[in-house]
């Protein structure tokens, strides 16, 4: 194996035409040699509607990503899972593998995997979403056998999370998810969703104090894609990003 070359590479689908906040987690969680290649779509609110007007630009993202000859491919953005459904999010991530000849992920199936990877069944959850997208994300997590025990957010439309400022939401990542953790002791694991989310730092200082998983989307669809690269693996996430990419 060449040294100087990517080991593996995630194709990423972005559901903003920019990358920042995606990119700058991965970097720092992933392990070294393993490289992100993005490309977006533009939605432009947490909307059914939204989300189907973008499916003609994620099938041009499939087959850019197909050209980039990445190992896997991942939507990002749970809401856009959550508001279709989880029938008809299969039903798109089956058509884009038979389309790509790539496996095909999304951050919420990674979730449900790595949930259930730890034999998870009640879940805290803790977003920064509006009330419906949240409701969406709850029944899409019951098809799966995952009972969302207690819910904590902070609803903001899709521009406010865009504009949000990084050091006010790692405080609110702290503040929402030891909030679920204390009200449902029976949680066995936290998931605070949402790629625009800087929670990097706060997932080892909730997992120190509650002694359960925290989630984020990029340590789970990361997780997903190392657990299902060729073994052995170059290298492994450093352990102090939590018990997520520890179990890889």
């Given at each position: 194996?060449?040294?100087i ?7 990423y689908v972005i ?7 995606d ?5 720092r969680?992933?392990?070294d040699g ?5 490309t ?5 609110e947490y909307s059914?509607a939204?989300?189907?007007s973008?499916?003609?630009?994620l099938w ?9 000859n990445v190992?896997?491919i991942?939507?990002?953005?749970v809401?856009?899972a ?7 999010m299969?039903?798109i991530?089956?058509?884009?593998q ?5 496996p ?23 977003t ?10 709850i029944?899409?997590?019951?098809e799966?056998g ?11 439309s899709l521009?406010?999370n865009?504009?949000s400022s ?7 990542a ?17 998931l605070l969703?949402?790629g625009l989310?800087y ?11 509650f ?21 052995p693996?170059?290298?492994?996430p ?9 179990s890889?």
């Amino acid at each position: 194996m060449n040294v100087i070359s990517p080991w593996l590479q995630l194709g990423y689908v972005i559901p903003h035409l920019y990358t920042d906040m995606d990119a700058y987690q991965f970097y720092r969680v992933a392990p070294d040699g393993m490289m992100l290649v993005t490309t977006g779509i533009n939605l432009k609110e947490y909307s059914l509607a939204s989300v189907e007007s973008e499916l003609p630009a994620l099938w041009r993202a499939y087959d850019l990503l197909k050209k980039k000859n990445v190992d896997r491919i991942a939507l990002s953005g749970v809401p856009v899972a959550s508001v279709l459904g989880r029938k008809k999010m299969l039903e798109i991530l089956d058509e884009a593998q038979q389309r790509t000849g790539l496996p095909c992920d999304t951050d919420l199936e990674a979730h449900i995997a790595t949930l259930q990877h730890f034999n998870v069944t009640k879940l805290a959850l803790a977003t920064r979403w509006p009330e419906h997208v949240n409701t969406a994300l709850i029944n899409y997590l019951k098809e799966a056998g995952i009972e969302v025990v207690v819910c904590r957010a902070r609803g903001r439309s899709l521009d406010q999370n865009k504009l949000s400022s990084a050091a006010d939401d790692h405080l609110l990542a702290l503040e929402l998810g030891a909030q679920a953790l204390r009200e449902a002791p029976e949680a066995q694991a936290l998931l605070l969703p949402g790629g625009l989310w800087y929670a990097i730092h706060a997932v080892p200082m909730l997992e120190a104090e509650f002694g359960k998983p925290v989630l984020l989307n990029i340590t789970s669809t990361t997780w997903a894609a190392l657990n299902a690269a060729p073994k052995p693996l170059l290298h492994r996430p450093h352990p102090k990003w939590g018990k997520v990419l520890s179990s890889v």
